[in-house]
Structure formats: structure tokens, C-alpha cells
């Protein structure tokens, strides 16, 4: 009989469904927006580079989410989102309110939950030479 690990499968599961989430994220603004539009709005938020960093989280939300779902880079790249949405949540969605939708628009409360769902997989990933006991911290429930 097949023994059936639920953690494990939940653990998939929220991790397949943030990288849909995430890849359809990025595909949108690669085919129906544009990626120099983010890259305006950091500008406009007074970081460096605007425009390359809009490429870049443009192409890591569109072809990093597939790695991400087949458990590859998970670290790496729920670290890297995890960063990305912060700072969007700081500098974006926290002025617009609470609600991103309903009793407002652009609020934070889905990149809240996204970035809590994405630490939650993350913190599972932790590579072997970095999981030193003084950064597990998580794990002493005991």
C-alpha cells in the first residue's frame, strides 16, 4: 500500500498553486502589458535601474514559476519573490488600503496572503549549508 505523507501533498499543492499564480502574473505583463511600465514605476519610486529590474522580475515571475512548481530553485526563488512582493506591498498596494478588492482597489491583503503562503514553502527549502541550528528557529516547537 502506498502511504500517503498530507504535509508533503500540501506542501505541493500551495507550492504548484503560488507558481501558477505567479507565472500568470508575469505572463500577463510579457504579452498584454508591458514590463517597461513596472520598470517606470520603480523608477518613479526612486530605485536605480528601472527598467532593467521590470525586465528582470517580468522574466523571473514568467519563467521562474515553472521552476518553482517542480520544486527546482525553490529557495532562490521564493526568497526572490518573497523580496519582490514586500516591495510592492510597501511601495504599492499599503497606500491603496487594505482591500484589492470590494471596499477598495489595490489594496495589500492578496499580496499579504502571497507572500505568507510563499514563506511558508520557502522556509521548507532551506539549502543543507544554510540551515545551520541559529537560523532554524521556526523548527523549535518542542
Not at 25 to 46: E, K, N, Q
Not at 51 to 64: C, D, H, K, N, V
Not at 75 to 101: D, E, K, N, Q
Amino acid at each position: 500500500m502506498f502511504a500517503i505523507d498530507r504535509n508533503k501533498n500540501a506542501l505541493v499543492f500551495l507550492r504548484v498553486l503560488i507558481a501558477c499564480l505567479i507565472a500568470v502574473h508575469g505572463w500577463h505583463r510579457l504579452l498584454y502589458s508591458d514590463p517597461a511600465d513596472l520598470g517606470g514605476a520603480i523608477t518613479d519610486f526612486g530605485f536605480p535601474a528601472g527598467l532593467a529590474l521590470g525586465w528582470l522580475i517580468s522574466l523571473f515571475e514568467a519563467l521562474g514559476a515553472p521552476l518553482f512548481a517542480f520544486g527546482y530553485l525553490v529557495f532562490p526563488l521564493g526568497v526572490f519573490y518573497s523580496f519582490v512582493y514586500v516591495m510592492a506591498i510597501v511601495f504599492y498596494h499599503a497606500p491603496h488600503g487594505w482591500f484589492s478588492s470590494g471596499s477598495g482597489a489595490d489594496g495589500c491583503e492578496y499580496a499579504v496572503l502571497l507572500v505568507g503562503a510563499l514563506l511558508s514553502v520557502t522556509v521548507q527549502y532551506v539549502p543543507a549549508w544554510l540551515a545551520m541550528r541559529k537560523l532554524l528557529f521556526w523548527q523549535r516547537a518542542e
